[in-house]
């Protein structure tokens, strides 16, 4: 018998992240949306998924240490889910209230300390709230929400299957 690792699974979720990555810059610097803070959170998600995604694709794991990575890869992604939910609670709020519009993000990491900028991130402003751009009656939340929702589903299934055997 030989065992099968699970390198292919970890590079399709390496390339669903970098394409998600690279549709965001896209988005940011051919069609100028201004990404808000839980916007930049989201993106850190993602690189850290893509960063776990790889990692797992080098290591090619046997003998169920692909559900470690499959958990620490869940974890990331429901915390993602978790700030896109938070971005969909703000869009949805009425403008009166809605919090205050904050510093911009470069300006937020020369002026103020790690830990304020990271609460920042996290709670998200009032340009968290704004719809920038819509596709299908989504914004860029609601997408983020979806692809969180389905890379948390393949996540679980990674978390959850058993080591493959070959028999030759």
């Not at 839980?38 to 990692?55: E, I, K, P």
């Not at 003998?63 to 869940?74: A, D, E, P, Q, V």
Request: proline letters at 4%; a positive charge.
């Amino acid at each position: 018998m030989r065992y099968a690792g699970f390198r292919g699974e970890f590079i399709l979720g390496l390339v669903a992240c970098a394409a998600i990555l690279c549709i965001a810059l896209y988005m940011e610097f051919a069609m100028g949306l201004d990404p808000c803070m839980l916007c930049m959170s989201q993106r850190f998600v993602y690189l850290g998924l893509a960063f776990v995604f790889m990692l797992g694709a080098l290591h090619n794991p046997y003998f169920g240490g692909h559900k470690r990575y499959g958990l620490l890869l869940l974890l990331l992604s429901l915390a993602g889910l978790g700030l896109a939910s938070r971005q969909l609670y703000l869009q949805s709020l009425p403008a009166d209230l809605v919090p205050e519009c904050g510093p911009s993000f470069s300006y937020m990491v020369d002026a103020f300390p790690f830990t304020e900028v990271l609460m920042t991130m996290i709670k998200g402003s009032g340009s968290c709230a704004e719809v920038q751009w819509s596709f299908l009656g989504l914004s860029i939340a609601g997408w983020s929400f979806v692809l969180f929702s389905g890379l948390s589903l393949y996540n679980l299934r990674l978390t959850l299957v058993r080591t493959k055997i070959l028999l030759v």
